[in-house]
């Protein structure tokens, strides 16, 4: 199995501020997805981070809100721009090794105030 | 309409019952993921499967392709099992809402 790390784990937020979350596998890894549990709700896929390429993007999510970074195949960045309460979410991170296992990341609970 | 529905959305039971979480799907899937989320939002990949079953101490997960149907069974649940189960279809990880678990001593 992989282990995932996330930084921070939690932070509390002005509106109109960003915040970049880390994402760090300990072995290299195919993909990484990044995704959003807003409270109450089930979690929604943001986008599929790609090494050596732009991150693929879900319907309703856009890169100038949500730029991603993947400089390599064991560690990624989720930043979310001018925040605002809205998202105010727990941000997840998982990891595909060989298209064929998922493994979390323990998450990012943001509070956005 | 989710393409991704499960069944319960809540469920209580008392500890030592057999407890079963049903996940349907309207979208065809190679595989089909089983998550268990603790209070605190972290999240634990019990099961990936394509067919047939899997076993993991008390915790049974089948499913059905054809049929688009899978389940997660727990055997002698225990007050730790409590959390949210949730399915995922392995094609892109389309999310069942979850069932909320709470097992009473």
């Known amino acids: 199995s992989a282990v995932i790390s996330q930084k921070p784990s939690r932070d509390i937020c002005q509106r109109g501020t960003s915040l970049t979350i880390q994402c760090q596998v300990d072995s290299q890894v195919t993909m990484m997805f990044w995704y959003r549990q807003q409270p109450g709700q089930s979690l929604t896929l943001i986008a599929t981070a790609n090494q050596g390429s732009e991150a693929t993007y879900e319907s309703g999510f856009v890169i100038d809100k949500f730029p991603i970074s993947r400089p390599n195949l064991t560690f990624s960045t989720l930043t979310v721009s001018n925040m605002s309460p809205e998202d105010s979410s727990i941000y997840l991170c998982?990891?595909?090794?060989?298209?064929?296992?998922?493994?979390f990341g323990p998450g990012t609970r943001l509070t956005v105030l | 309409k989710n393409e991704v529905e499960q069944s319960p959305q809540n469920l209580t039971a008392q500890e030592g019952e057999f407890i079963t979480i049903n996940c349907s799907y309207s979208v065809g899937i190679s595989a089909l993921h089983w998550l268990q989320q603790h209070p605190g939002g972290g999240i634990v990949s019990l099961f990936m499967?394509?067919?047939g079953k899997k076993k993991h101490g008390r915790l049974i997960a089948t499913i059905n392709i054809q049929e688009k149907h899978s389940s997660l069974h727990i055997t002698a649940s225990h007050p730790r099992d409590s959390a949210v189960y949730i399915c995922a279809g392995n094609n892109d990880m389309r999310f069942g809402a979850g069932t909320r678990l709470t097992v009473k001593p």
């Open positions: 998982s990891a595909d090794r060989n298209y064929n296992e998922q493994f």
């Open positions: 499967l394509s067919s």
